[in-house]
């Protein structure tokens, strides 16, 4: 006889007991205001299992995946393999931490509003903003949220975004905007990044803002300051979409005087988990405050005088102010941004210029190693941080250069036609910490025996 | 034992961290070959802090949380049910995590084969006709209903401005209604917590897109009119929206598609066991009709001679609400729960509900005031109104619970009630849990009317006590700044 996995406690005797004490002498007493026709007869669904047919199960679907232990990756765009140090996996999965709620009751969830403050404080520092929230669901969503505060707070119709942002976070940004009577407008790019001078042409006084992403979907560094100012000069507010990874060497938005910043925390102590869970920040400059979308953490006194954590201005959330509210985000991403918390601790002020190194040497490096082979050439040569994109000669396909790596262990970059039809056989490569010369070396190798 | 910010016990020159040597070449003195105005001025003032530092800090910040793990935790509407351990591990598993979206359809078969016949059994369970898996949280799945909504009546020929939505509604609801550029018109329940048909039907008329509706409701009530309410609803030429926050009493009893719901979000994070993880993440799949699948976002998996690939191409669809997929750790969490309840579990999850809900109802309501009755579904709402005589509020009571190692229920809502406490107790407590809240609850009554000051001040038991939280909202404390400390 069989074992299956039960997870409710009360045997048949308790349930006796308990069904006594409410007064009916079955389950179905309790279900009369459902209509009876509604009740269901089956349910369609496989068997139970034990805890060990489980974890069997799970791990061949597990091994049906190519994963990037056993492969050697050179994907990046907006999902990104950095090293996890073990502290992080180890400190998150305590269930004190993982198992409650949203700390509602501040008096015994210190431990989950202090560590939001603790976020909340490493990323103004990172970004050299003023403030930040406790986390949204991911970059995409923190962009859109970012329009929507300069909509209103502009009272203004148009927002203004660039060809070089990330294309499913331009896609989000579109789904978000529908809506709301608004115009999306792209600004072309030129060389990869941002054309100041078709920004120049689109922007006007009815622009409420302007996204820019820096390093930016190809990678590139975007000119910020010029764009800055344009955008300031044309009273719109400037939302920078930003890697933290980068920052520990790179300019912070608040260093270019951003209004607001976004972005995602997956690269600082996330795994990449086939896109999501991730996590996006939203930071602004104190004047929008109150406008701001999703949770704060403040730090306050109890009534002993002693310094105490808790949820704080939450006049802008949905449970108090429902449809007035700044936005409808209650749930949002909150372990993944304790995750990136503990990560910040450990890398600490040395250890993020340090690995923001690392990754500018090693991808500048593969860059130079695969650009010194015939029918490869930079597509854009312009500064980046840890991606870049090659162009390569047409006699060699893109897609039968990733089958041959990936057949030597090596899963190639994002064949960048997937979201810019225009540029045909062009490579976008990330190269981070996790990759040693070796790997880089073994791939040029490996490249220039295909093409 | 209050712990100290993780920035008061740096000390400059500590790390915690070990990074391989470059071994690239690098030019000498060229520390990095970008041009200056891309660089940082300033560094940032991150903890300079040993391994060590770093582990006793989190463990102890751990150990100031109540949690599902260390706690009775009846937080209604939450559904704060036990997370099972063995689907922690099997969603760790290296093809999940370290599994990049932008790898081709071949290379990730296991994991599209999870999404795929996760979102059959939630076809299944909650008799819709298709699901979207991207939604982060309920509130994201609400936000792409009403968008859905919109591009509906639009492809029918008409826009339509407002959406209903009943008082006892989730705030989330209209938040998300009114995100979407919609108006609300507030519903107000009947004398029973129910709605109100006569004013449901006075309250439609053309322009009405949707009903949003929870069910079983914020009070723990069936709405034993579902299908009257959806017949009002349909002549109308409007949608019927479920908010399936409140699912746990349902598996395997009824079907919503089997009630006129034509669109639905499930909390993967309540119902299907997944962490809360202090605030997330979540996953918020959203359910729909066949009339409705062509705008749901893109893109979708699809089963072609026994492999899976996503699609991305629907004319019709509100578009993408996600970069890449949704949060797949947490869709997977949710397939391993189901596949190892299978289907003699998944009615034993919702009895297992009704029974501890009410159970733990007809055990309190000899003494507390229970206004809609003892009988319900998931969960149910007591009122502490009549302790205001002797001076005590709903939240003295939540706070002296906590000291008695209780998580307090959920207060002041839904807010058709006055001082409300709103208790869920999930169908994964032993009958002994719920008999040992039950004597707190009664000790704290009687305490009530013998020494109401401890109540007032409660609680002492716990790291800290009643905050300030008018001058947190008044001068905002939000971030450690050197200079200030």
Not at chain 1, 46 to 67: C, F, I, Q, R, V
Not at chain 1, 112 to 121: A, D, H, P, R, V
Not at chain 1, 180 to 198: F, R
Not at chain 1, 213 to 239: D, R
Request: net charge negative; with cysteine; hydrophobic share 40%.
């Amino acid at each position: 006889m069989p074992v299956k996995i039960n997870y409710t406690p009360n045997t048949e005797s308790d349930i006796k007991l308990m069904l006594k004490e409410i007064g009916v002498n079955s389950i179905e007493d309790l279900l009369v205001d459902i209509p009876e026709g509604l009740l269901c007869k089956q349910i369609n669904i496989p068997t139970g299992m034990s805890e060990m047919e489980l974890k069997h199960s799970l791990k061949s679907l597990s091994d049906k995946n190519a994963n990037l232990n056993k492969y050697t990756s050179y994907l990046g765009a907006g999902a990104y393999e950095h090293f996890v140090p073990s502290v992080v996996d180890h400190l998150s999965s305590r269930g004190e931490f993982y198992t409650c709620y949203t700390p509602y009751q501040p008096e015994v969830s210190q431990g989950t509003l202090q560590g939001i403050y603790e976020f909340q404080s490493m990323m103004c520092e990172l970004l050299a903003m003023d403030i930040v929230n406790a986390s949204m669901y991911d970059g995409s969503s923190a962009l859109a949220e970012a329009a929507v505060l300069a909509i209103r707070h502009k009272q203004k119709k148009n927002v203004l975004v660039s060809k070089t942002v990330h294309p499913e976070y331009r896609e989000v940004l579109s789904t978000y905007l529908q809506e709301l009577d608004v115009k999306l407008i792209e600004i072309e790019m030129e060389n990869g990044i941002t054309s100041v001078s078709d920004l120049e042409s689109r922007i006007d006084n009815n622009t409420a803002c302007v996204l820019i992403q820096t390093p930016n979907f190809f990678g590139c560094l975007e000119e910020t300051e010029e764009l800055v100012e344009l955008t300031h000069k044309n009273e719109a507010l400037f939302v920078a979409c930003v890697n933290p990874m980068s920052l520990g060497i790179i300019k912070p938005p608040g260093e270019y005087d951003a209004d607001i910043a976004v972005g995602d925390i997956q690269a600082l102590g996330n795994y990449i988990n086939y896109g999501g869970p991730h996590a996006g920040f939203f930071a602004v400059n104190k004047e929008f405050m109150r406008k701001m979308p999703g949770r704060l953490a403040g730090a306050t006194t109890d009534t002993k005088g002693r310094r105490a954590f808790t949820l704080t201005l939450q006049t802008r959330e949905q449970h108090i102010r429902r449809a007035k509210a700044t936005s409808n985000i209650c749930t949002n991403q909150q372990l993944l941004a304790l995750r990136t918390c503990i990560y910040l601790s450990t890398l600490g002020k040395a250890g993020m210029i340090d690995i923001g190194n690392l990754n500018i040497h090693k991808s500048h490096y593969a860059m130079d190693r695969l650009c010194e082979l015939d029918g490869i050439e930079p597509l854009l040569n312009k500064p980046f941080f840890n991606e870049f994109a090659i162009k390569i000669s047409d006699n060699c396909k893109i897609e039968e250069l990733s089958r041959h790596l990936f057949e030597s262990g090596i899963i190639g970059g994002l064949d960048l036609s997937h979201f810019y039809p225009d540029i045909n056989n062009a490579m976008l490569l990330c190269v981070t910490e996790t990759r040693s010369k070796e790997d880089i070396d073994e791939l040029v190798l490996a490249v220039s025996n295909i093409i | 034992m209050l712990e100290k910010l993780i920035f008061e016990k740096s000390s400059p020159g500590r790390t915690a961290y070990s990074l391989p040597e470059c071994d690239v070449p690098v030019e000498a003195n060229d520390t990095t070959p970008l041009p200056e105005r891309f660089l940082r001025k300033n560094t940032a003032e991150l903890p300079e802090v040993a391994e060590i530092d770093v582990v006793r800090h989190f463990t102890r910040l751990s150990q100031l949380n109540f949690s599902v793990d260390t706690n009775f935790y009846p937080l209604g509407s939450c559904t704060m049910k036990y997370n099972p351990k063995v689907n922690e591990d099997v969603s760790g598993y290296e093809g999940f995590v370290n599994l990049h979206p932008y790898q081709n359809n071949e290379q990730c078969q296991g994991i599209l084969q999870i999404l795929y016949e996760l979102e059959k059994t939630l076809i299944e369970i909650c008799g819709m006709d298709a699901f979207s898996l991207q939604p982060a949280a309920g509130a994201h799945g609400e936000f792409i209903g009403m968008l859905i909504s919109h591009a509906y009546h639009v492809k029918n020929g008409r826009r339509r401005s407002k959406i209903i939505i009943p008082d006892s509604a989730h705030g989330t609801n209209p938040a998300s209604a009114s995100m979407c550029g919609f108006d609300i018109v507030e519903l107000k329940s009947n004398s029973q917590g129910l709605i109100d048909l006569e004013m449901l039907k006075k309250s439609m008329d053309n322009d009405v897109a949707a009903l949003m509706l929870t069910n079983p409701n914020t009070l723990g009530l069936f709405e034993k009119d579902i299908l009257k309410i959806a017949k009002i609803v349909h002549d109308a030429g409007a949608l019927l929206y479920l908010d399936g926050a409140n699912m746990d009493a349902m598996l395997g009893i009824a079907r919503p598609g089997d009630m006129g719901i034509d669109m639905l979000h499930l909390n993967l994070h309540k119902t299907f066991s997944t962490p809360h993880g202090g605030g997330g993440p979540g996953s918020g799949p959203l359910g729909v009709v066949n009339e409705l699948v062509p705008f749901l976002p893109a893109p979708r998996i699809i089963k072609k001679n026994n492999s899976y690939e996503w699609k991305y191409i629907f004319p019709y669809s509100i578009g993408r609400v996600k970069p890449f997929y949704g949060n797949t750790g947490v869709l997977i969490r949710a397939y391993a729960y189901l596949l190892s309840v299978g289907y003699e579990g998944l009615r034993k999850i919702s009895e297992g509900a009704l029974i501890n809900a009410n159970y733990l109802s007809k055990k309190l309501s000899d003494h507390i005031e229970i206004p809609y009755g003892t009988r319900c579904m998931h969960e149910f709402v007591a009122s502490t109104r009549k302790l205001k005589a002797n001076g005590i509020t709903t939240l003295d009571i939540a706070k002296r619970l906590l000291d008695y190692g209780f998580h307090s229920p959920t207060i002041y809502f839904p807010l058709i009630v006055t001082d409300a406490l709103m208790i869920e107790p999930t169908d994964t407590e032993t009958r002994e849990t719920l008999d040992e809240f039950v004597e707190a609850l009664i000790k704290i009554l009687e305490e009530a009317k013998t020494n109401p000051e401890i109540l007032k001040n409660a609680p002492h038991n716990t790291p800290v006590s009643r905050l300030d939280e008018v001058q947190a909202a008044r001068k905002p404390d939000l971030r450690w700044q050197k200079d200030f400390s």
